[in-house]
């Protein structure tokens, strides 16, 4: 499918740029079935956002299957949008979208790895250089029980504060970012933090911890003027491992 006459083609790019986010996240083993999501804002003034659509598996998510919906979790474009959204997706990414204009695409994950560390009273711990990306900028958010209330968005928000990732407290990870490939940063590092953390505890042998002052001296480095140009870098080089998607992706 091409791009609908009557659809800007800002809204299309922001189509192709979200499926090509899911099918990454495919790749990288980041899927829960069809459960968990990511969302993208919808260039323009409405305050609308991007989301699968309930069903389709990540590996096979096109611009076409992406539901429009406002932050009041109406479909917008009914007779182009078709078929349910979860609604615990959105309860979580509408409360990020409302209140933080910054953030226009967030992801959220259901790994072994994230749950686990979820799950650890002391959270992520500052034992490699990738967790140390989130040192002293990670939030963590009680567990509730299924995302379903909305009076649970409140919180949420509160919990994130001005950070960009957040560890769901018994059930997963929520990263982040201003780009799809900014967010894609932030969730690949926290993944992989995680997945180092559990294979490093799992030795069963006493732990090197960096001091307070590199682990405060590394996260600064990772924000570093240039680093945009890197997260950059870094998602097209990920597109390269789909690219041979591209025609079904943005279709």
Not at 201 to 224: D, I, K, W, Y
Request: hydrophobic share 45%.
């Amino acid at each position: 499918m091409t791009r609908p006459t009557a659809m800007p083609e800002a809204e299309w790019q922001a189509r192709c740029d979200l499926a090509a986010l899911y099918r990454l996240i495919a790749y990288y083993r980041m899927t829960d079935l069809i459960d968990t999501h990511i969302t993208l804002r919808v260039p323009g003034p409405e305050g609308h956002f991007l989301i699968n659509r309930y069903g389709v598996a990540f590996e096979k998510m096109r611009a076409s299957d992406l539901v429009r919906i406002d932050l009041n979790g109406q479909v917008v474009e009914a007779d182009y949008n078709h078929g349910p959204v979860n609604a615990a997706g959105f309860v979580i990414h509408s409360a990020i979208h409302a209140a933080r204009p910054d953030l226009h695409c967030i992801i959220h994950t259901h790994t072994a790895a994230g749950m686990a560390v979820a799950a650890q009273r002391d959270g992520l711990l500052p034992l490699t250089q990738h967790a140390l990306k989130f040192y002293g900028r990670l939030a963590y958010h009680t567990y509730e029980g299924i995302a379903l209330s909305l009076d649970e968005r409140e919180r949420l928000v509160s919990d994130l504060g001005r950070y960009k990732a957040m560890i769901l407290r018994n059930h997963g990870l929520l990263a982040a970012g201003g780009s799809v490939a900014e967010a894609f940063h932030e969730i690949y590092f926290l993944e992989r933090a995680c997945q180092a953390q559990i294979q490093a505890m799992s030795a069963g042998v006493a732990l090197n911890f960096p001091s307070e002052e590199v682990c405060r001296h590394t996260a600064e480095q990772f924000g570093r003027d240039g680093i945009d140009g890197i997260i950059d870098l870094a998602w097209r080089a990920a597109l390269s491992l789909i690219e041979e998607q591209r025609m079904q992706w943005c279709s």
